[in-house]
């Protein structure tokens, strides 16, 4: 049974576009997040979502948006997508909300913009 | 607002040599944790560190905490090829609420 779940696991899409990257897990964790990461390998955290609340990180257009339909699940919608935007996307979940927990992370979806 | 950086970062090693990468961060941190991302994979968490002058040891990676809760290094004695990948140290953000990762370091074992 895998812990935190991402579809799709690629995604290549024309500029301009809006996708959606799904994320499920079935730990029974309190909080999840979205980070990029880039070719260099920077991780960047991007939203953290817990009971209804919503924290973004200042940085991110707001072309991204979270939704979660149910504590299981934290969806990432993008619109307008840009070339930069290209990246892996990780989802990943905490057992609370906050940073002095271990995070498990989902695989990873690798998103392409041409 | 809070950084958390990571030397070197890449690093080379023959199978058998010794590792270490090094995470230092601009506020005193509550804790520090560490991941391991294979090359294609995604992190998989390590280990966390709490107190000030913590070690803490699992099988040939020994990782520590400094005493001005500041720093930590992460030692791997004696490399093999299943040790190739980036590790990562993170820290909470300034508001507690997120981990921020440092730029990782990558490390490859030559056989």
Redesign the interface.
């Known amino acids: 049974d895998t812990a935190v779940s991402q579809t799709p696991k690629y995604l290549v899409t024309q500029m301009g576009n809006d996708k959606s990257i799904k994320c499920e897990q079935n730990l029974g964790h309190d909080t999840m997040y979205w980070y990029k990461q880039d070719s260099k390998k920077f991780l960047k955290i991007m939203f953290s979502y817990n009971n209804k609340e919503l924290i973004i990180n200042e940085t991110v257009p707001n072309r991204f948006s979270p939704k979660s339909p149910d504590k299981a699940h934290l969806n990432l919608h993008i619109n307008s997508l840009e070339l930069g935007d290209s990246a892996v996307y990780f989802c990943a979940s905490s057992q609370v909300r906050g940073a002095n927990y271990g995070y498990t992370f989902g695989s990873g979806t690798r998103l392409t913009v041409v | 607002g809070q950084q958390v950086m990571q030397i070197p970062q890449y690093q080379h090693v023959q199978e058998g040599e010794d590792f270490t990468t090094y995470c230092n961060s601009s506020t005193t941190l509550?804790?520090i944790?560490w991941?391991k991302?294979r090359p294609g994979?995604?992190?998989?968490?390590l280990i966390?560190l709490v107190k000030s002058g913590e070690v803490k040891k699992q099988k040939r990676l020994t990782f520590q905490f400094g005493e001005a809760k500041k720093n930590s290094s992460l030692h791997i004695t004696a490399t093999q090829t299943t040790d190739v990948g980036?590790y990562?140290c993170?820290?909470?953000?300034n508001a507690?609420?997120?981990?921020?990762?440092g730029?990782?370091t990558?490390l490859m074992v030559k056989p």
């Open positions: 509550s804790n944790q991941y991302q994979g995604h992190p998989v968490f966390q980036t990562f993170a820290g909470p953000d507690g609420n997120m981990l921020t990762f730029g990782g990558r």
